[in-house]
């Protein structure tokens, strides 16, 4: 990367008195250092805002993590940070170490860096002046913080990270998160069973194949609705999701009831931790379902 930078910056005769090619040189290696402690790196994306993205992110952590693993999340999406909120850790700072900042935990020790932690109640998420008129710069700052959380958290050996994209508007986010993890393991992708979800969906994922990121299977979220009195579930959109993932060839990890009740206390910033509480259960049957296909992937390596 910097060396391809160097050749565009000579084509326009630019000098790097600040010697940016350096230090953006350095900081990519430091990236990858502390990248080597973590086993396994997952993308949580959709391509279409409103699914639940996040919600399936921490609970997909928290379903990691009550299985024994050593889990952190980066929360990607910098204009609309929520992961602190669910995990009941919003208004908790970074703490500053020699070997770099220490991230906040949330319930079972899951680490966690956002832009959240960076920002006071009355701050804006955009950044103000002349650069909100360009796109372009905007993104280099974007990519610039994401490097950033990566390269100077301290986050120590962990057996799972898992990084929460933003909407899929942000088509620069999957390419910037590929090139600093290259050992990504892949992506989970979530939905809503609605067509008009399905489509966008579908269009994220040959994206993602388009970079390089392995698909390892699909989430329907809120595939139902859960009575909170009575517990019955109930068709909540009509749509064909094992369709879909049979005609992608991918498998699909699991479905997700719409919980009033679960998604209240994640709200409130007071996490619903019971292990035997049904929507958590599923969590705990699509994270199985993960580990299999992560150990998988780790064997077919070694062979190869």
């Excluded at 269009?203 to 698909?215: F, H, M, R, T």
Aim: overall charge negative; proline content about 7%; charged content about 20%.
């Amino acid at each position: 990367m910097a060396k391809d930078l160097k050749e565009i910056l000579g084509k326009l005769k630019y000098t790097d008195d600040a010697k940016v090619i350096q230090q953006i040189t350095a900081q990519t290696k430091q990236v990858h250092d502390r990248m080597a402690g973590i086993k396994n790196k997952i993308v949580v994306m959709s391509g279409k805002g409103g699914v639940g993205k996040s919600m399936t992110t921490v609970n997909l952590a928290l379903a990691f993590a009550r299985n024994g693993n050593r889990v952190g999340i980066i929360d990607v999406d910098l204009n609309g940070p929520c992961v602190p909120q669910m995990l009941g850790i919003h208004g908790k700072n970074v703490t500053m170490s020699p070997e770099g900042a220490i991230p906040p935990e949330g319930p079972y020790g899951v680490k966690v860096v956002s832009m959240d932690f960076l920002l006071s109640e009355a701050s804006p998420v955009r950044w103000k002046g002349p650069m909100d008129l360009s796109p372009v710069w905007l993104g280099l700052m974007e990519m610039n913080v994401i490097r950033e959380f990566l390269a100077d958290i301290c986050w120590g050996e962990l057996d799972v990270l898992l990084a929460d994209l933003p909407p899929g508007a942000a088509a620069d986010k999957p390419p910037v998160i590929a090139s600093f993890l290259p050992d990504l393991a892949g992506a989970v992708v979530v939905t809503t069973p609605s067509e008009v979800a399905s489509n966008v969906v579908q269009k994220s994922i040959g994206y993602a194949n388009e970079l390089g990121i392995p698909v390892l299977g699909v989430i329907e979220n809120m595939s139902e609705y859960r009575c909170p009195a009575c517990g019955v579930e109930s068709e909540l959109f009509e749509g064909n999701t094992e369709g879909m993932c049979e005609a992608l060839n991918l498998p699909l990890l699991g479905r997700i009831p719409f919980d009033r009740i679960f998604a209240k206390t994640f709200d409130k910033g007071a996490p619903l931790l019971d292990e035997q509480y049904p929507t958590n259960q599923r969590f705990q049957e699509i994270v199985g379902r993960l580990q299999s296909l992560l150990d998988y992937k780790k064997v077919l390596a070694e062979k190869l």
